[in-house]
């Protein structure tokens, strides 16, 4: 998680701090990053789709996205195409 | 009221375009148009949005791809190389890519799709509309003369502006809501701030520059849109259907021009029963014209006796067209 990858100032009231986090607002943070990675993922079939052979606009415009969307063209393209199962639903 | 009229009695329409089917003159009539403004001392840039341009064959000059081209005084022609402005547009988001993250080359993947979507058909018509934006942004002239494609060409051209717009404005809202979401597990985490989004930025660029376009085109105060057509039936049945899609677009139609008209003189003279026809077929579509479109009807341009090319045939055709 991004909260250990921060230096952790020392002392009983950061540790207080950190479990009262980890208990209240954790799976909140976790939820809206995950939506978030929803959302990236739709905006990117959106604008790239001609990437999966799904032409949905003209590529005039979408081009100039390209070089912002570059790092999560391989985990989307993945996350599109990969077969669906049971535990999708699930999860 | 005539086509002179209309220039001196609406100096602010800066943006002319002449449309019509193919073939009747509407490269023939900009050009004239423009050579008449810059002699009367604007500063006139006529340029092509069409891929077969034939702007270099009406001024007997190669223009093509070179930028504005100065023809007489004040008077510059332009036609723009869609397939070029494509490959430096591919290069540039291809430098875009190694200058934000550092890489030797583009990555495989990304590049075969950078290379495949130069082959969509739209790719063209993106390019040229993004051209046109690029010319009328700057604002260096006083008169911009549209040559514009064959109508259901420049229709598309103008429903594509629309059409851009709405999927904009839907993606821009999206984008948004990211941002929300980004801010929501900031907070929550006592994140001070979140990134700035890039990706809005480059949307609302975008948005700007499809906005600056299509307002400019149905600019009542400021465009001009000048009709041709032809005497005979299925042009005027044509132009008709147009000029209604045209309203629809809220593209503002200043008038008619009606070309190729053969001069009434011949009449006098012995000539063939085969001329004489279209002489009369030519009448009796003069007349339709007259009861449909009036006084909305600015000039009727003869048929010449050769075709319209190079400086001395234009500036005989403008002295007849705004005598």
């Given at each position: 998680m991004a909260e250990q990858d921060k230096p952790k100032k020392s002392g009983i009231f950061q540790v207080f701090k950190d479990i009262v986090y980890g208990m209240s607002s954790h799976e909140m943070t976790r939820h809206a990053v995950r939506s978030r990675a929803s959302m990236e993922h739709l905006f990117i079939l959106i604008t790239m789709g001609d990437l999966l052979g799904v032409p949905i606009l003209p590529p005039y415009y979408s081009l100039r996205l390209l070089p912002y969307i570059t790092p999560q063209i391989s985990t989307w393209k993945r996350r599109m195409l990969r077969e669906r199962d049971i535990t999708d639903t699930l999860g | 009221m005539s086509l002179r009229q209309v220039f001196e009695s609406h100096p602010e329409r800066r943006y002319i375009m002449f449309g019509g089917k193919g073939g009747l003159g509407k490269t023939t009539l900009s050009a004239t148009c423009a050579y008449w403004l810059a002699r009367q001392g604007k500063r006139v840039l006529l340029f092509s949005?069409?891929?077969?341009?034939s702007l270099s064959d009406i001024f007997q000059k190669d223009i093509f791809g070179k930028g504005a081209v100065p023809i007489i005084d004040n008077l510059w022609a332009q036609e723009i190389d869609a397939d070029k402005r494509i490959q430096d547009y591919q290069n540039e988001i291809r430098q875009k890519i190694l200058d934000m993250?550092?890489?030797?080359?583009?990555p495989e993947e990304i590049d075969s799709y950078i290379a495949s979507a130069s082959a969509e058909p739209a790719m063209e018509e993106s390019a040229i509309f993004d051209a046109v934006v690029d010319i009328i942004v700057k604002g260096d002239y006083d008169y911009y003369i549209y040559d514009l494609v064959p109508l259901g060409h420049a229709l598309y051209y103008l429903s594509m502006a629309k059409v851009y717009d709405e999927w904009i404005n839907k993606i821009t809202k999206l984008r948004e809501e990211m941002g929300q979401y980004d801010r929501v597990a900031a907070t929550l985490r006592r994140q001070e701030s979140v990134e700035e989004d890039k990706i809005l930025e480059e949307l609302r660029y975008i948005k700007g520059r499809i906005n600056a376009s299509s307002r400019i085109l149905t600019d009542k105060q400021r465009a001009a849109f000048f009709f041709v057509l032809v005497p005979e039936e299925m042009i005027i049945l044509d132009t008709r259907k147009a000029a209604e899609l045209f309203a629809r677009f809220d593209v503002p139609i200043s008038g008619y021009v009606v070309n190729r008209v053969l001069p009434?003189?011949?009449?006098?003279g012995k000539i063939p029963a085969y001329l004489k026809n279209r002489i009369n077929m030519q009448e009796k579509y003069l007349g339709d014209i007259r009861s449909t479109l009036g006084n909305q009807v600015l000039a009727y341009v003869p048929e010449m006796e050769r075709d319209i090319t190079g400086l001395p045939m234009i500036e005989r055709l403008a002295e007849r067209l705004f005598k």
């Open positions: - | 949005v069409d891929p077969q341009a993250y550092g890489f030797d080359k583009v009434q003189e011949l009449r006098a």
